[in-house]
């Protein structure tokens, strides 16, 4: 029969090698599969005690008897070192979530704050030049060497109404992006706001000397608010006869699609690099076509863009032939 220390030591080096194994396999475990690593863990040490504890009842010529219960206790003390690994496991994969989360919100808060902060250094400096225009023009009256007063007063109102729309789209840019933006959906016919769409739109174009023209429309009963799906159909209006050079001519359509009624403007720009396509939306972004030079800041498309997303539907441009096209997607449910 082995002495004590002779026991000792055989049951403490089975207990290292068992255990120095077993961490090597969790490790290359964890390599493929973190959760599952994480529920065999426990079950290493249960297994080196185990393991030690049979070879130290071995070595003491335990009879078969002795040996058969001890193997039992450590067979019973598996599950319970499979039920720790599982609850330490959904334990790791909610931490590693709620930290993966956490990570996702704090860079889209970043993401979020970096645009207000560039949204505001483009307001500032779009908003100088009618302000600048309006402070000469105003000085000029006062002073009495306006050439033509009547045409200072044309420009103003002109420089007012540019500051207005910057200030609504603003405003409005500002309440998508904040989730502040309360839908009015109701059943409303969509060919009543191209109608009024093309109405409110009609005196820019005869100034501009664009044609604007709307399809045939049927009735296209569809759900939706219908002063912000206005708003995101006059600001595709307005950007399409700003663009439109004089003689060309914008076109208005309206159709059902399967499940979806689409609202289409049609402009005669000249199309828009494909590489700018992927970017019209972002906030006061503007690429070598950009689509609101010297008429705003560059945020009626994201103003589109937010609007669409708010009623669950999209919006898609494409070049066409004559310039692109805008369609706005509704889903009607």
């Not at 002109?158 to 789209?169: I, K, P, S």
């Not at 009609?202 to 100034?207: S, Y």
């Not at 664009?210 to 159909?233: F, K, M, T, Y």
């Amino acid at each position: 029969m082995r002495s004590e220390i002779e026991v000792v030591l055989i049951a403490a080096g089975t207990a290292a090698v068992t255990g120095l194994v077993g961490l090597q396999a969790v490790s290359i475990l964890g390599r493929r599969s973190p959760k599952t690593a994480a529920i065999v863990a426990p079950v290493v040490p249960v297994a080196a005690v185990g393991v030690a504890l049979l070879v130290s009842s071995w070595s003491m010529f335990l009879s078969t008897h002795d040996l058969a219960i001890v193997a039992w206790i450590i067979a019973a003390a598996v599950p319970v070192a499979l039920a720790f690994g599982f609850i330490a496991a959904r334990r790791l994969d909610q931490a590693t979530r709620a930290a993966a989360t956490a990570k996702a919100d704090l860079a889209a808060s970043q993401e979020l704050e970096q645009q207000r902060r560039e949204m505001v250094a483009w307001i500032s400096h779009d908003l100088r030049t009618p302000l600048a225009g309006l402070r000469a023009m105003t000085e000029a009256l006062e002073d009495g060497v306006a050439p033509d007063p009547d045409r200072y007063h044309r420009q103003m109102h002109h420089e007012v109404d540019r500051l207005a729309g910057m200030v609504d789209d603003l405003l409005a840019l500002s309440r998508l992006q904040s989730g502040e933006l309360r839908l009015a959906l109701e059943r409303i016919d969509a060919r009543d706001v191209v109608s009024d769409t093309l109405a409110a739109a009609d005196p820019l174009a005869v100034a501009r000397g664009v044609r604007l023209r709307g399809e045939s429309l049927p009735s296209l009963p569809v759900i939706a608010d219908e002063r912000e799906l206005s708003r995101a159909l006059s600001n595709l209006v307005v950007n399409a006869v700003r663009h439109t050079p004089a003689g060309g001519e914008v076109v208005l359509d309206a159709r059902r699609h399967e499940a979806s009624v689409i609202l289409s403007v049609e402009d005669g720009c000249g199309g828009i690099p494909e590489a700018d396509l992927a970017r019209m939306f972002e906030p006061g972004w503007r690429g070598e076509a950009a689509r609101t030079p010297g008429d705003g800041a560059g945020l009626g498309l994201a103003v589109v863009h937010g609007v669409m997303a708010a009623h669950g539907g999209r919006v898609a441009v494409s070049n066409t032939d004559r310039g692109c096209r805008f369609d706005l997607v509704l889903v009607d449910p």
